[in-house]
């Protein structure tokens, strides 16, 4: 015992500088676990969920040569893989966005690292199908890595930390996720910037040299500090939500690790991993910022309102709920109720009951932290001490992290500043392993304060026990977080894809090597979809089954190079076969189901000037239309320069779109301006029409005014309004006002949303009355 009036000697700091490996020794782990390789924990990691994947997946029914999802946003990343494989990167893809080409500077991503992977596997495997499903399984057997990685650095024992890696590989996030948003499945790096995480928030060290090394720079080079900075590099690299979610969480740690420890340089530490972060980052989007500079800003590449934040935002009850269509039924009903009958479904964040289980119990530790004191009896064994304060630092991360991501939370605040980053949701896979680590520590604990009271010729029991518990975890865990809904539509998506190739090689016989065709109905790329609903996704279906055909889908929208399809569909369908032939395209594909009278208008319209389909798809979806040779002989037959100016003019339109919507409202039809945007340098004459309509009482009228635009102001009839002015667009971007007005126009209402627009159209006069008919 310890005499009275003794000073108890002082626990150490674990922000010392002096001499940082008494920290790392005195880490969580158990003195078993410690010794020997820690390689067998990563091999038994990568076998077990490559099995638990193979057996989730249902791999053996797969075609490899079919994409796993042939939909939504999967296809868009299917052009990835493919455009990696046809052009070595995915920044330039000449066979989509006709005639200029898709140029994926004006979408800004840091996610090169997926990029340069997929690169690789294309060129490896020779099919991009085969690539995009490779790297999505794969991805899995890696997340167990980085997860077993971080739970047992934060001192998770090997045998209950092989089991929750499994689990973070397979977690629910992943398999909603899968390849529709395979960047964000591939989360395997992740563990390693929240490790550093970690470190700031325990007070650890983070830029460590190697102890015993002949001199400082071969010690910094082969250090711990090393592999932070390349595993930091690599974290941002492969996503910018990531890696901001790291330097969000750095930065609070960085700071209460200050105030706790009174370590400048631990904060200086925690500075300069946000710092990597940061500057990996903006390296990889540095060709899309030249790219800018040198062609000026994108006007609505990468647009987003700010009350997505809140949609994609997830609420706690949506974290601790079961998975959807759940194995137990009483379980998949709860969730079904939950999401039919509570607003924002989000995009179902869940966290599996073994993750919820550790966030629970964070939140409580969180609560004793705060309420509770430390009794007299505590332990001071060194262990449990380190574990405590992993725990206490999980915690405070864990509740910061939901802080951030809840709805109506501090991503909200954050939207009023930018809502480019929307998907706060996704800060749930940090909460995930999070709480798996919380699971894996309080087991350990358990486990270790047992094996304490048995006598030592029953000291291995323990250590039984802990495998027990491993496999009770796994078993129970993958049970819970996977069902049905997680295997591939594989039959139905061979036999849509089967047909789809089937289809798209006849066309690509019929237009020919090299041939420009248009795609109809236009569709903002990326984010968008036509009035009735279909995704902007779908449209790029005819490139991924063709080899050199140039199709007009696909360019970033934001620029008139892009969006010159959405001018062309305002004009009749003669004008339309008239400029076809100028700018030299050879064929129209109409996909029937953009339309709500599934396409009888524009084929209507098309069909005296371009004759009967040449073709048609099973089923009638998509219908080929060819441009009259004596058209294309006729345009041939142009002046040089007048018809390079005519495909100027086509091409390179003014456009005009909707200016500040009501953005309480979602972003609805409701306007306030009228936004023109002219990218040539010089002005173009051209009639804007506005077809509006009053969306509250007491509107007469309709007032549109702007620079260099005449004030005019229409009378409201039946509720409706049509604003038709001939106006000459100015280089730049132009805003017009609009607004609803009580008294003839002699003042306007200061009532937002008071009109809205039924359609917005700019002609040219130069271009309308082209024609080319013999």
């Known amino acids: 015992m310890r005499a009275r009036g003794a000073r108890r000697a002082p626990e150490q700091d674990p922000t010392s500088t002096t001499d940082p490996r008494p920290v790392v020794a005195a880490s969580a782990l158990s003195d078993q676990d410690r010794r020997g390789p820690t390689w067998p924990a990563y091999l038994a990691s990568v076998v077990l969920t490559a099995l638990a994947t193979t057996f989730v997946l249902k791999l053996w029914r797969a075609d490899w040569h079919v994409p796993f999802f042939y939909s939504g946003d999967a296809l868009a990343v299917a052009a990835h893989f493919k455009t990696l494989l046809e052009t070595g990167w995915y920044e330039s893809q000449p066979l989509l966005g006709a005639p200029a080409g898709q140029v994926y500077h004006d979408f800004p991503t840091a996610d090169n690292l997926n990029f340069a992977a997929g690169s690789v596997l294309g060129a490896l495997l020779g099919d991009w199908a085969v690539a995009m499903n490779v790297y999505y399984v794969v991805g899995f057997l890696l997340c167990a890595v980085g997860g077993l990685f971080f739970l047992l650095r934060v001192g998770v024992s090997r045998p209950v930390g092989v089991a929750l890696s499994v689990l973070f590989a397979l977690a629910p996030y992943h398999f909603v996720r899968n390849e529709n948003h395979l960047w964000l499945s591939s989360y395997f790096f992740l563990p390693i910037a929240l490790w550093v995480v970690w470190l700031v928030a325990t007070g650890r060290p983070v830029w460590l040299a190697r102890a015993g090394a002949r001199n400082r720079l071969l010690g910094a080079l082969t250090g711990r500090g090393a592999g932070v900075a390349v595993g930091l590099a690599l974290a941002a690299a492969s996503s910018t939500y990531y890696a901001f979610f790291a330097v969000v969480l750095l930065a609070v740690a960085g700071v209460a690790a200050l105030w706790r420890h009174r370590s400048v340089r631990r904060f200086v530490g925690a500075v300069a991993a946000g710092g990597v972060l940061a500057a990996s980052a903006v390296a990889n989007m540095l060709p899309d910022t030249l790219y800018a500079w040198q062609n000026g800003e994108s006007n609505g590449g990468l647009t987003r309102s700010p009350v997505e934040t809140e949609y994609y935002a997830f609420k706690l009850t949506q974290l601790l709920l079961p998975i959807p269509g759940h194995r137990v039924d009483a379980f998949a009903e709860l969730r079904q109720f939950y999401d039919r009958w509570y607003p924002f479904p989000s995009e179902t964040p ?43 630092a999980l915690s405070a991360l864990s509740i910061l992290a939901f802080l951030f991501g809840t709805l109506g939370g501090v991503s909200s605040l954050l939207s009023f500043l930018t809502s480019d980053l929307r998907g706060w949701n996704r800060l749930s896979i940090v909460i995930a392993l999070f709480g798996l680590a919380a699971v894996g520590l309080l087991v350990d604990l358990v486990v270790r304060r047992a094996a304490t ?126 400029q076809l032939a100028v700018v030299g395209f050879s064929a129209v594909l109409v996909d029937t189901t953009g339309y709500a009278d599934q396409g009888d208008e524009v084929t209507a319209s098309l069909t005296p000037s371009l004759g009967a389909p040449v073709a048609e798809s099973d089923g009638g979806r998509w219908a080929l239309y060819t441009v009259p040779t004596d058209l ?28 500040n919507t009501d953005v309480a409202s979602g972003g609805d039809d409701t306007v306030n301006s009228v936004v023109l945007q002219n990218d040539r340098e010089v002005t173009v004459p051209a009639t804007l029409d506005i077809d509006l309509q009053a969306l509250v009482p007491g509107v007469t009228s309709v007032v549109v005014e702007g620079p260099g635009v005449p004030r005019r102001v229409v009378a409201v009839v039946d509720g409706v309004a049509r604003v038709s002015i001939d106006l000459t667009v100015r280089p730049g971007v132009t805003t017009l006002d609009v607004a609803g007005s009580a008294d003839g126009g002699s003042t306007t209402l200061g009532q937002a949303g008071a009109v809205g627009y039924t359609s917005i159209a700019l002609l040219q006069p130069t271009v309308e009355s082209l024609d080319l008919t013999p």
Do not use: C, M
């Open 350 to 392: 869940v966290l599996g009951a073994v993750a919820a289980t550790g966030f629970v119990a964070l939140l409580v530790l969180g609560l004793v932290a705060l309420f509770g004191r430390r009794r007299a009896g505590a332990s001071t064994d060194a262990v449990d001490v380190d574990r405590f304060r992993t725990l206490r």
């Open 453 to 578: 009271r048995l006598p030592t010729r029953a000291r291995l029991l323990p250590v039984a026990a802990s495998a027990l518990v491993a496999v009770v975890l796994l078993g129970g865990g993958v049970y819970d977080q996977t069902n049905g809904g997680a295997v591939p539509t594989y039959e139905a998506n061979d036999a849509s894809f089967s047909s789809d190739q089937a289809f798209f090689a006849s066309v690509e016989q019929t237009v020919g090597a090299g041939a420009d065709v248009l795609q109809l109905p236009y569709v903002d790329f990326p984010e968008a979809s036509t009035p009735n609903g279909l995704s902007y996704t779908e449209f790029l279906k005819p490139y991924l089954h063709t080899q050199d055909v140039h199709w007009s889908a696909g360019g970033i929208k934001g620029r008139a190079t892009s969006e010159w399809v959405q001018s062309l569909e305002e004009y009749d369908g003669a004008s339309v076969a008239d």
């Open 632 to 659: 294309r002989d006729a345009a041939a037959a142009l002046p040089a320069a007048e018809r390079e100016r005519l495909v100027t003019l086509i091409t390179d339109p003014p456009i005009a779109r909707p200016g």
